[in-house]
């Protein structure tokens, strides 16, 4: 069950710039109801890297960098905080998330990493997750960024974003087609 806002691509290089990643981030979190019972009075981004592999490093810093320049630099009026997370085994990434206060975390691109057991982690956590690179959509992870035809796409693993606590309003809904059949029914 997946929803897309605009059209489609795949590859483990992301196509769209961080920055832009970023604001729409921002703005997909604008339409989650839970936002705010998640995050309290600070929204902890974590971001999920691995040291060896450059272009992850770079995804990282141009996260982070992003995040300071915004403005603003809260979301919904809660501020916004990064924490670099270096993904090297399962127990650790358990751990960093806890101990940093994570409440959301994006992705990069991290070949050679189990991205299904980072999105179990953050499924039993209830944080949910983000990623520019589309395929992992297909993994479990919340929702992905690509770039189509000119235009830049949401992808939303609807019963991902549900697992991993969004609660996404009817306003956002609108917004996307919605591919697959999916029970829009709330709990």
């Not at 956590?125 to 960024?145: E, Q, Y």
């Amino acid at each position: 069950m997946i929803l897309v806002l605009f059209a489609s691509s795949y590859s483990q290089e992301r196509s769209l710039p961080i920055r832009i990643q970023y604001q729409l981030i921002k703005k997909l979190l604008s339409f989650d109801r839970n936002l705010k019972n998640r995050s309290g009075p600070l929204i902890v981004l974590g971001i999920v890297y691995r040291k060896e592999i450059p272009f992850s490093m770079e995804a990282k810093d141009e996260l982070d960098k992003a995040v300071l320049d915004a403005e603003p630099q809260d979301i919904e009026g809660i501020p916004v905080h990064t924490a670099a997370i270096e993904f090297r085994n399962a127990a650790d990434f358990s751990r960093d998330l806890t101990q940093r206060g994570v409440n959301i975390v994006y992705i990069t691109p991290i070949r050679g990493v189990n991205v299904k057991a980072i999105v179990n982690i953050c499924e039993a956590k209830r944080i949910p997750t983000f990623a520019g690179i589309s395929a992992f959509v297909d993994l479990g992870v919340a929702v992905g960024f690509r770039k189509a035809g000119g235009k830049s796409e949401i992808i939303v693993n609807f019963r991902a974003a549900r697992a991993q606590g969004f609660d996404l309003s009817s306003r956002f809904l609108n917004l996307v087609k919605i591919f697959g059949a999916i029970d829009l029914e709330r709990k």
